[in-house]
């Protein structure tokens, strides 16, 4: 069975990982297995010059694994870019919940971080149909659904687990 999949979106600087700090290490303390990814629309580089694996790399090896005792690390090119789906079935199925930073075009359920120091006003529209399911804010957000404080984080730990987190 396939993990669920809920981005955490927002317009820039609004607190998405700061949001994920806080809700990865509340649901892994209830005993889940919790996966993320992160998207990055301008491209990123986790390889520096002169390492190995970047030699291999710049060798022509199209999928450069490094591994030790605790941690797997794979870089690999693709033709195009790969779906959240596609990502999760391939390195995230042995999780119970998977969250991602971004993806606001994923066509996933989001729940949006709205600050009102960042921004005028979210990114969703009221009445507007779309996969929103949830609002983490410091103000009462009324986008017909549910709106969390920005600090209540077992709150909201508690909306993903009872609405998301698959039961084996």
């Not at 520096?48 to 022509?60: F, I, V």
Request: aromatic share 6%.
């Amino acid at each position: 069975m396939k993990p669920a999949i809920i981005s955490i979106v927002s317009k820039k600087n609004s607190g998405k990982t700061t949001l994920l700090e806080k809700v990865i290490p509340e649901l892994t303390q209830r005993g889940y297995r919790v996966g993320t990814i992160k998207h990055d629309t301008h491209g990123f580089s986790i390889d520096h010059e002169g390492k190995d694996t970047w030699r291999h790399k710049a060798a022509g090896s199209e999928t450069v694994v490094i591994s030790c005792p605790w941690l797997v690390s794979v870089i690999k090119d693709v033709d195009q870019e790969q779906t959240l789906d596609e990502l999760a079935e391939s390195y995230l199925l042995d999780k119970d919940i998977v969250l991602t930073e971004g993806y606001k075009l994923g066509g996933k359920p989001q729940i949006e971080v709205f600050r009102s120091s960042a921004h005028d006003s979210p990114i969703h529209v009221k009445g507007k149909k779309n996969t929103l399911v949830a609002v983490v804010s410091d103000v009462d957000v009324d986008l017909d659904v549910p709106c969390f404080d920005i600090n209540d984080i077992s709150a909201l730990a508690d909306f993903i687990e009872k609405t998301f987190i698959r039961k084996d």
